[in-house]
């Protein structure tokens, strides 16, 4: 059979599959069920992540991300209900996915980089393979709604379930320096699920402390008495966002919410600090040279909104040399800043304690 005959039986099998899925029953098993191959390579893309690839049966869907040496980086796969296979198929037919041609590339010549994905149809032996160049707007439209059908089905994959994410929120909490400390009993309390991709779970549970207080006590003077915790833990994409114990203690920041913390940096001989390089690059000119305290002050307001109070400097005791990049300055600067406010300076070299 040539080509031609083989994409109107093709045709034929998405006219019917369509039919099918309009009524929203099941397709009995039967050899020759569809499978759809969506894979995506190519462009400006991080080595780990070179190829991704979604591949849709009957019952299930599996994504899997390929690195440029041919490791596996990533993957995850998730059963499909049959109204959910049903519905990509009617994707296709409603499109009329074996009208499309073999190749669509016109956006090379006004988007760069971006790759190109393959689009393979197989079923009874017959496959059709659609590229397009991974751009949808010079697409046809009907290829377009393919896609993010597709794209759609890749996003629901990674999503992890609410066990997976139960099982990522309580290895978190029992390795988290409050619990690790002295935790007992932790407890699912409920999970507010919001969002679509990706995913939000707001998850609470319940734990008891055999000492009061927050985080890790070791050399600290605590009550020996049961204490009772509540812990609210958010998570999205694999990260926690936020923790909060009993709605006043910040768990990944270690800090009593409202509460202010001092911070202190050490400059290095012959380093220009990011407020000074922030200052050198503004192009401002004064009638008086600002002094280092109020330039950190205005870096931080500008910069991040963040109101740094108390800003000082500070002669040291720190034995000097000429030594650029490894000697201290014979100075440090301390500050006051909100506590919920601190991580953009930790993560500039600030460190806590004044």
């Not at 994504?63 to 059963?79: C, E, L, M, P, Y």
């Not at 991974?134 to 896609?147: E, S, T």
């Not at 996003?155 to 309580?170: C, G, H, I, L, Y």
């Not at 200052?279 to 600002?290: K, L, Q």
Request: a negative charge; glycine letters at 8%.
């Amino acid at each position: 059979m040539n080509v031609s005959g083989k994409l109107s039986i093709l045709f034929l099998l998405l006219a019917a599959l369509a039919i099918t899925a309009a009524c929203m029953q099941a397709p009995a098993p039967a050899p020759g069920t569809p499978v759809i191959t969506y894979r995506t390579y190519g462009g400006f893309v991080a080595p780990a992540y070179a190829v991704q690839e979604l591949v849709v049966t009957k019952d299930m869907a599996n994504f899997t991300v390929t690195g440029r040496d041919g490791t596996i980086t990533q993957q995850s796969a998730k059963n499909l209900t049959p109204d959910q296979y049903n519905g990509i198929l009617k994707v296709f037919a409603d499109n009329n996915f074996a009208s499309f041609g073999a190749r669509y590339d016109e956006g090379q010549s006004h988007v760069t980089d971006v790759g190109f994905t393959d689009i393979m149809f197989t079923a009874n032996g017959s496959s059709k393979t659609v590229t397009a160049y991974n751009f949808d707007q010079y697409l046809p439209d009907g290829l377009v709604a393919i896609r993010q059908e597709l794209q759609k089905t890749i996003e629901f994959v990674k999503t992890p379930d609410e066990s997976q994410v139960r099982a990522f929120a309580e290895a978190w909490i029992r390795d988290a320096p409050t619990y690790r400390y002295d935790g007992s009993g932790l407890t699912f309390v409920s999970d507010n699920r919001t969002g679509t991709y990706p995913v939000q779970d707001m998850l609470t549970y319940t734990f008891t402390s055999s000492q009061a207080g927050y985080g890790n006590r070791s050399g600290s003077m605590t009550a020996q008495v049961i204490t009772g915790h509540t812990i609210t833990v958010t998570v999205s994409d694999g990260i926690v966002l936020a923790a909060v114990i009993d709605g006043t203690w910040d768990e990944p920041g270690q800090f009593l919410l409202g509460s202010s913390q001092a911070l202190s940096f050490q400059p290095k001989k012959c380093e220009q600090t990011t407020w000074q390089v922030w200052e050198a690059n503004s192009g401002r000119v004064y009638i008086r040279a600002p002094t280092d305290e109020e330039i950190i002050r205005n870096y931080y307001i500008s910069v991040y909104s963040i109101d740094v109070r108390d800003v000082k400097k500070v002669q040291t005791a720190q034995v000097s040399c000429d030594a650029c990049s490894v000697c201290p300055e014979t100075y440090g600067f301390r500050l006051t800043v909100n506590a919920s406010e601190m991580q953009p300076l930790l993560d500039e070299g600030w460190t806590r304690g004044g």
